[in-house]
Each structure stands twice: as C-alpha cells, then as structure tokens.
C-alpha cells in the first residue's frame, strides 16, 4: 500500500474567491474546472455518511466503577473539558441505548461477568473505550483480585493510559475512536500492525490458523464477520 | 371541497412515513449481530429472574386510568383554547361547564384517597 | 449449552438472600425482588442494592458489595511503606489525601516519628481543600439522583478549581501522592496560597448560590426532608459516624474530639443537625464547606516556617543538592530508595475524620520494610449497614435518597 | 488514652469479673492500649467492657483481622472500642489458630460487626458462630480460599518486559 502524501489542494482563500468567480462566468478550462467541481462538491457514499453520523453522535453507557469514573463524570459534565463538543456527552443509563462503553475503572473478578454482560446487551455498531491503567491492564493493582485488562474478555478499541487519565487524555481518547469509526485513512497503520480492536476468539479448536485468516480479511471498521 | 383537506393529507402521510422510515431504516443500516444474552431483560448487569406472569399492585392501574382520564380533558381544552376569540363567549361558558364537571370527579377521586400511594 | 460457567453466583439467587416465598407472606401484592444492582446510575458506583419490593414500598434491602475489589489492602503487603501510600490512596477515590494521611500517621506513630509543625499545617490545608472537594462532588451527584441536573455542573465547575490547586501543589489532579511519612513531599509553590485565598474568597459566595439553588426548591425539600430517618442510638449501635451521626444531632467529630496534625490549633465549629433526615444530612455537610473554608484561611494565616519534612534522614529523604555534596545524604537516599526504612514490629491504629467519617488505617508491621498488614476501617464501609434502616417502610424514591445522601464511595467500600 | 495504669486496673477488673483465663495479657505500645483475650472469652469480656464495667465502653468502631504468620497462632481478630464521654480507646485482641479458626460473634453485642465479621471470614477464615448471615461479602459467593492470609499467592500475572517476553505465550496471541 503505497503512501502518497500531497496537500489536498487548500490555497488561499482569495484565490479559491477568484476561481468561485471564473466558474461562474465560465471562463476556465475543462481541466481546473474539474478540479473545482471535486472540491467544491461533497462525494460521498451512504457508508461514509452513515459513518459520519455514527461517529458525532456517540452516546456513552453511564458506567463507572472506580476513579477513571469520577474523571470520567468530571469530563461529561465538568466545565472545562466538555465531552459535549464532541457529541458524546448524553450518558446513558441502560445499555440498550449507548453504542459507547467507557470502561472507566477496575475489572474485579466479580465485575467481569457484568461488564461482559453489560457489553453484550448493547446493541450495535458499539465500540469500547479502555480508561484508564486499570482497564487496559490490572494497572498496579497486580494482585487476585483483578483481570489483568479487559481485552482478555472484551475487544476493545481505543486505549487511554494514565491513572486517572486527565479529562484532555479522555478526549483524545474519543477523538481516536471518532477516526476509526470514520475508517480515517491515517489509521491505516492498525491494519498493517494487526493492531485493530482485539476481535472475538472464535470458538472454533482452529483458533489461531482462523484468526489470522479472519483478521486480514477484514477491514479496519469495526463490522468483524463474527458467525 | 376537497382540497381544503390536502394539508391534513400531507401532514399525515409525511408523518406516517418519517415514523416508518426511521423504524425501518434502523434494520437497514445498522449491523445486526443477535446473541442469546442479548434478547434477555436487561437488569443492571445480573441475570434477571423477572416472571412475566407478575400481578402489579392496584394503585399502579388506579394511577394509570386517572392520569389519562385528566389527560384527555387537556386535550380537549387545546383546540378551544387555540380559536377561543373565533368562537366567542359561548365556547368559553361551555368549556367552563366542562371542566367544572371534570373537577366534580377530581374532588371525588381525592377524597376517595385515590392519588395517595401507601 | 457452552460449558458450565465457574461463577454459578449468577444465576441461582444468592444463598442467604432466599426471602420468604411470596406466598406465604400474603401481602395484599405479590413480593417482588429486584437489583438495583451494580450497574446504575444512582448507586454511586458499583453498590448493588437486592431490593424486596412490595409495589413502591420497600420491604427489605440487602446491600452486596465486593464488585470493585481490588485486594489494596493485598497488594500494600507486596510494597515498601512509602511505596504504598499510591495503593492506600486509591481506596476512596474521592478523599484520597485521607486515606495517605491515615497511612502515615500509622507508620509515624509506629516510628515515633515527629511531624514538623509546617507539613501539619500543609497537610490540614490539603485536607480540608479535599474535603470541599469530596462534599461538592457528592453534593452534584446526590442532587442529580433527585432529579435536578444543574447543580452538578456548578458542582463540579467549583470542584475544578480545587483540583486546580491541587495540580499546583501535588502535581496530579487525584491521588496526588503529596504526603509523605514524616511530611509532604514538596512546599508549596510561592503563589500557592495566593491562589487558595482567592479560591475560599469566591467560594464562600458559591455555597450561598447552592442553598439558594436548593433550599428554595420545594421538590428538593419535599423529597429530602424526613425520609431516611435513623435514630441516633440505632446510628450508635450501627457504627455510624460522620456526617450521618452529626446529622442525628450527636457532635462527633474526631478533629475536636481527638485533634491530630495540629487540628487543636483552628477555631471552627462543628455543624450538627436535628432530626436526623436526609435534609439535615445536606445542610451538615453544607455547612461543613463553610468550616472547611475557614479552616483554611487559619492554616495559611498561621502557616509557619521550617522544614516541610522531617529531618529524620533515616526516613525521609535528604534534598537533591545535598547528594552532590555530603557522602551520607548519598548513602540515606541509596539505602531509602533501594530498601525503604525498617519500621520496629508493632501494631498502630490511626482513626481521622474523612468526609464520610472515622477512617481508621490499621497497621501491623514486623520489622522489616514492607507492613505486615494494611487493614482501613472504611466509613463508607461501616455506613454502608444503616441503609436497611433507612429504607424499609419507604417509597423506593426514598431508598435512592437515602443511599445519595449516605456519600458511599465503592471503592473505599471494596478495598 | 488508658495509660499503662489503667490498662492493667482494666484487665484485673475483667479477670476478676470474666474469669482468670479470659484476660492473656496487656500491651501499651506508643500511647495506645491493647487487651489480650483468650479466643473462648471474647465474648463475655466484650459484653462486660459495654454492660457492666465502671468504665464502660459502649462503642465498637472497628473490626481488624490480620495474619502473623511465623508466629502461632496465627490468625488475629482487633476489636477497636471507643467510649465518646471519656474520648478513650481501647483495643481487644484474640489469636485464633488456622486448623479451628472459631469464635463467637458479636453482632447482638455491637450490629456494627455484621459486615466487618463477613468480612473477615471472606478474607481469612475465621468463622464466627452466631453470626446471622455468614457469607463471603467482597470476593465471589463461591470463591475457595481465603485471599489476605499470608500465604495465600499475591496472584496477578507476570509483568511483561522485554527481556522475558519470549518466555509468556505470544500476548497479541
């Protein structure tokens, strides 16, 4: 897959005035007139605006266990890091009406069969947000009483680091989510790196030969052909 | 004659079809991947042992029917409330009749003891 | 049918928790047992509520809990003493300079370590700022369990602040790991408590804002006065303390009780309620931000010179310009950083008062460099028990009440 | 505080009204006073420190389980009293041995103890008979082990680096 890097063509405003003119009155060639059609029209297909949609219209499941929770209310509802810019703030309670799960805290051996849970009764597209050292791993809590990350039970998607990650981290976090929902091509990296959401195992003895099969035939988004 | 109901029609019909479009349209688009834990009642994350065949108390039935019953009249008072300067005095005397009848069986439901909840 | 699950907990009902069958109670309505479990938005965390509901009214409430535990008190055992102020203070993730400051106060007792009157004064500062932090926190989540949502935002705009003073002086908005045995770990920066002052300024004028927010509000009112109400003895006996049992009109408070780290020093009150419901429960902990305040401005005010930090070499450790410099601050920091300071074996039991009320931080050490036994006597904990009290005989809207304006914090709970 | 002096008048009082072998002995250690009990008498001697001591103590704050593992018997219970008139505590201490970790509760006593009991059977085994409900209160119902003895494994998983990397299965497995 080669990388061609070129500007997409952004000159100033005053000269993208002067074309609007020109194409008005006709006077440029089929050429340039071409190339201002393309910039001026949107192209798209249903997927990407579909995408598009999905992806400002992020509704988190009201989930919270430890601290990452309190940062993570702090970063809903707080003043200063607002998730509400970016179309996620409406927390929702049950999981029947969220397509985000923000797995803000700590993964005790008794809270995973409920958040496996809680992830399998949301309905689709979901995606999950692991927050926090304590989600992604077992943090420094390395003891009985955690599993050590969720993506031993559940796939994830975007990772925050920190304890608690601060309210901008969480952001980030989202907007990375955002990309991959809109299948940005800069993201291409993930697929070169396997480095896509941790897919469900599938239950077949051939895991691994499927595995590797299955994931590179599909593509960065999140619809994984799970049987 | 007519004419003067094609607004209605299109009302109608643009509503019937932005309610169908948006039910449909969510089987169309979304991703659809059932599981068996999904159709199961949702219960703050715990197997829920809820039986269907539950009998709810009374004043849940009691609560229903009055709330609708003084909902109605509400609605029955928009229209009215809307043309009341095209309808003249008489609306206004008829709509009070109404209500007052209406608040006979509010003050009766009361003093029955109905609205309080133990 | 895939292979049996191990946790067979889920799905059978809970031992213990069988009711009686309904029908040998005959109520006039069918007994009906729901969760109102560990995930919802108005336990506050991960508190699972197993309600037996008769209709609206709640018959009976077992809380289970266990769901966020994450074996701290395990883990402090694995870890050098100062090493294990950063487990101790992500057990109640709210009032996190509590939990290190019960910790150390356990170790320097154990050692017999004697804190220099700056770092009581910096660490009461602290305290007393978390404290308003952890009151606006609950105040915006207890109000939003009502139903009103705007106080949280100005809640947590308030709340903003104090971690930004927090970020000045501990570096980290939570778990700041600021106190250290014998101390603090760094003085404050010069315009620190310039900032705090203009902070307390603006709020004393916020809280006036909260109460004409909610005192006016005759929902709030109707909804928090008398409901969950607990007698005091029945609290007593329950091993309630902090704001609940100052609501109920007993004045236990242990910064005048039994003051530690210089508390004797400020003159504050101690707000007491009268009936003992949910409304004297906000008023108290309203009032307490204002104690808070003052406290505050006496802390500064009187702040006085000196080392932040003992001067104890064997436990704390020296300053960085002093390693290019003596050869036994050189050999102190290697042996502090390599193996952690031996506390002498004994046992130490060092209770304060959090925003929730006695935490207590059990210690037992054998000598060697890690503690032998980390245990936290958790208010929330303790408090957690008076729930059943509150509720039973309620409306369900009023066991959700009872449990915002309880404060519980799970992950103190849990341990 | 009792001081040392009191903290003995204490213990001869409930050695003379609870029996001999109630009372092990006393420690005083940095300003804070600790009863030894005989594992048999916790009861009796907690329910004369309420009810019928001169002092009384009419508060339990908290309940401490703990391991001394070297040493036998291993498993410790600290009940932690508080009397508000006086602003005074009081700790009382049992030693249970691991093979009949048995002992008598005293949740009719002090209702506070309910959830610390369970508690501590959850977390090391002792078992507290009377108590009303005894069940694992923070682990899972059907957990085996008691996870805070000392030596119980820390568990976890070993931490990955990269130099023991080629020795844990293949993590993006």
């Known amino acids: 897959m080669d990388v061609r890097r070129e500007r997409l063509g952004t000159d100033d405003l005053r000269v993208r005035k002067l074309r609007a003119q020109q194409l008005l009155r006709g006077e440029i060639g089929d050429e340039e007139l071409e190339r201002q059609v393309e910039e001026r029209l949107v192209f798209t297909t249903l997927e990407k605006a579909q995408n598009w949609a999905r992806k400002n219209a992020l509704w988190p499941l009201g989930y919270g266990t430890a601290c990452c929770a309190i940062e993570m209310i702090t970063t809903a509802a707080g003043p200063r890091a607002d998730l509400a810019r970016f179309g996620a703030e409406v927390v929702r309670a049950s999981p029947r009406q969220a397509d985000m799960l923000i797995l803000s805290g700590r993964l005790s051996v008794k809270w995973a069969l409920v958040a496996r849970r809680l992830y399998d009764q949301m309905l689709e597209p979901k995606w999950v947000i692991s927050m926090g050292a304590c989600a992604s791993s077992a943090g420094m809590f390395n003891n009985y009483a955690l599993i050590a990350g969720a993506d031993k039970f559940l796939p994830i998607d975007v990772y925050v680091p920190g304890c608690p990650p601060r309210p901008e981290a969480l952001i980030y976090g989202v907007l990375k989510l955002q990309d991959k929902i809109a299948k940005d091509p800069s993201l291409g990296w993930r697929k070169r790196y396997h480095a896509e959401g941790t897919e469900e195992v599938a239950e077949s003895a051939a895991g691994h030969a499927r595995r590797d099969q299955e994931s590179s035939a599909q593509n960065a988004g999140r619809d994984t052909p799970r049987e | 004659m007519l004419k003067s109901y094609v607004p209605a029609l299109v009302f109608l019909i643009l509503g019937i079809g932005v309610g169908t479009a948006f039910t449909l349209l969510n089987g169309v688009l979304g991703p659809s991947r059932p599981g068996p834990v999904k159709q199961e009642p949702y219960e703050c994350g715990l197997p829920s042992e809820v039986r269907q065949s539950f009998r709810f108390g009374i004043s849940f039935y009691l609560i229903a029917m009055l709330f609708i019953l003084f909902d109605i009249e509400v609605v029955f008072l928009y229209p009215v409330a809307l043309q009341l300067k095209a309808f003249g005095v008489f609306a206004l005397v008829e709509t009070i009749v109404f209500v007052v009848l209406l608040l006979v069986a509010f003050v009766f439901v009361w003093r029955r003891g109905a609205l309080e909840w133990t | ?415 | 505080m009792p001081d040392a002096t009191g903290l003995e008048l204490i213990a001869q009082r409930v050695s003379e009204q609870v029996g001999d072998d109630a009372v092990a002995g006393t420690l005083y250690y940095r300003e804070q006073a600790t009863l030894d009990v005989a594992p048999g008498g916790v009861r009796e001697v907690l329910g004369y420190l309420r009810d019928r001591d001169q002092e009384p103590w009419p508060l339990l704050m908290s309940v401490h389980g703990c391991d001394y593992l070297p040493e036998e018997p291993r498993l410790g219970v600290h009940y932690q009293l508080l009397s508000m008139e006086r602003l005074d505590r009081l700790g009382v201490r049992t030693r249970v041995p691991v093979d009949d970790p048995k002992l008598a509760s005293v949740v009719d006593l002090f209702p506070t103890a309910d959830h610390q009991e369970r508690e501590i059977f959850d977390m090391f085994g002792v078992v507290f008979e009377g108590h009303p409900d005894l069940r694992r209160i923070l682990m899972p119902e059907d957990y085996e082990g008691f996870p805070q003895r000392r030596d119980f494994p820390m568990g976890g998983e070993p931490v990955l680096f990269t130099f023991n990397e080629h020795e844990l299965p293949r993590w993006y497995d």
């Open chain 3, 1 to 415: 049918m895939t292979e049996r699950v191990v946790h067979t907990e889920l799905e059978e009902p809970i031992t213990g928790t069988a009711l009686t069958p309904a029908e040998e109670v005959e109520p006039e309505t069918e007994l009906f047992t729901v969760n109102i479990g560990p995930q919802h938005p108005a336990t506050h965390g991960v508190l699972r509520l197993f309600c037996t509901l008769e209709g609206e009214l709640v018959r009976d409430v077992k809380p289970i809990i266990g769901y966020v535990h994450t074996g701290i008190e395990k883990s402090c055992e694995d870890h050098q003493y100062w090493k294990a102020i950063t487990f101790v203070e992500r057990m109640d993730y709210l009032a996190y300079y509590f939990n290190a400051l019960a910790f150390c106060m356990a170790v320097e007792r154990l050692l017999d370590e004697e804190v220099p009157p700056r770092a009581q004064y910096l660490r009461v500062a602290h305290l007393e700022l978390n404290r308003i932090a952890s009151h606006l926190f609950w105040l915006g989540t207890a109000i939003l369990d009502i139903g009103a949502i705007s106080p949280i935002f100005y809640a947590l705009r308030d709340r903003e602040r104090v971690l930004d003073l927090f970020e000045m002086s501990g570096g980290q908005r939570l778990h700041t790991r600021y106190f250290q045995v014998g101390g603090v770990i760094e003085d404050i920066p010069p315009g620190w408590d310039r900032e705090v002052r203009r902070f307390s300024k603006e709020f004393s004028t916020r809280i006036d804002q909260f109460e004409d927010l909610l005192d006016g509000n005759e929902i709030f009112l109707r909804r928090a006065k008398n409901t969950g109400v607990v007698s005091e003895e029945r609290l007593l006996a329950l091993g309630v303390t902090g704001p609940l049992l100052r609501a109920a009109g007993n004045p236990w408070d242990l910064r005048k009780a039994m003051p530690y780290s210089s508390y004797d020093h400020f003159d504050f009150k101690i707000p007491v309620g009268t009936v003992g419901d949910n409304y004297d429960r906000y008023r108290v902990r309203l009032a307490e931000l204002r104690e808070s305040l003052k406290i505050i401005e006496q802390a500064l005010d009187g702040m006085p010179e000196g080392p932040w930090i003992t001067p104890n070499r064997k436990v704390a450790l020296p300053p960085r310009h002093e390693l290019a410099t003596s050869m036994e601050a050189l050999i102190h920091h290697f042996k502090l950083v390599t193996e952690g300071f031996r506390v002498p074996p004994g046992e130490a039991y060092a209770p304060i008062e959090s925003p929730r009320g006695e935490l207590g931080c059990y210690l037992l050490a054998d000598g060697s460099a890690k503690p032998a036994r980390v245990h936290m006597r958790d208010p929330s904990f303790v408090n957690l028990q008076a729930v059943p009290d509150m509720a039973r005989g309620g409306l369900i809207a009023d066991l959700i009440t009872s449990v915002a304006f309880l404060d519980p914090i799970l992950g103190g709970i849990d341990r």
